[in-house]
């Protein structure tokens, strides 16, 4: 009996330190994808997400969403990965007055909630753009992330993969685009994926991030965090 409970308190002491050091040493960090849905590069990069078992963070846009591309959402939830919002029509916002901002925030939140069945919890500017009106108007918390020029088409694959993992470190978003027909970011996932796990990265979501790193995201505080760590 004394001998049973010696092992339990043992064990107990032992998946503490575990846990302990897997949070202090876990080096982590957030793939995310801006512009889909679409059933034609979302899926591709669903695919390599799948093959390399990681889940990843989606920011739609809500005019990207439709009969098929609801498909695609669905598959993305089911495979772990979170959907977040970035606007309806992917304009600026910088100069919208808030009964617009408000509306092009709320069409796309809605349409996730009704698709996924979880309220988006983190919003993603178009080009990043932002102004005080925004940040005081939308009630989510503002995500940049690392970005390498993913959008041009004269960044080949080599390039995306080489300078993200020249520049990534823990407790990093990494921005990329699911936009349809940007397959040198597919390619460039099939290099940075395998690497950073030989690295020691772990692959989340972006509020499993926030979570696991111990960090509250704040939402109206006027920050964009590229990082977890961002103040
Ligand atoms: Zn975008």
């Known amino acids: 009996m004394l001998m049973k409970k010696f092992f339990l308190i043992a064990a107990t002491i032992m998946s503490f330190m575990a846990s302990a050091f897997a949070a202090d040493n876990a080096k982590m960090v957030a793939l995310t994808f801006d512009d889909g849905p679409n059933t034609t590069t979302t899926i591709e990069i669903l695919d390599v997400l799948k093959e390399n078992d990681i889940v990843a963070t989606f ?55 009704q698709v996924s069945g979880r309220s988006p919890q ?32 004269s960044v080949s694959a080599a390039d995306r993969s080489r300078e993200v993992l020249a520049r990534v470190k823990d407790g990093d978003i990494i921005l990329l685009h699911d936009f349809e027909g940007n397959d040198a970011t597919v390619e460039a996932l099939k ?32 920050i964009t965090y590229n990082n977890v760590y961002d103040k």
């Not at 609801?70 to 029509?89: D, P, T």
């Not at 940040?135 to 690392?146: A, D, K, V, W």
């Not at 395998?194 to 939402?219: C, D, H, I, N, R």
Request: hydrophobic share 35%.
């Open 59 to 113: 920011f739609l846009c809500g005019k990207e969403i439709n009969t098929s591309t609801r498909e695609v959402m669905k598959r993305a939830v089911e495979q772990g990965c979170e959907l977040e919002n970035h606007s309806r029509s992917h304009s600026r916002m910088g100069d919208m007055t808030a009964d617009k901002i408000r509306m092009e925030v709320n069409f796309t939140s809605h349409i996730i909630k």
């Open 122 to 153: 983190f919003f993603r500017a178009p080009y990043l753009n932002t102004d005080d009106l925004m940040y005081e108007t939308i009630g989510l918390t503002f995500i940049g992330g690392l970005t390498v020029n993913d959008w041009e088409e």
């Open 191 to 222: 290099t940075i994926i395998p690497e950073m796990k030989k690295q020691g990265y772990t692959f989340v979501t972006v509020s499993q991030l926030f979570k696991q790193k111990g960090v509250t995201p704040t939402a109206n505080a006027k």
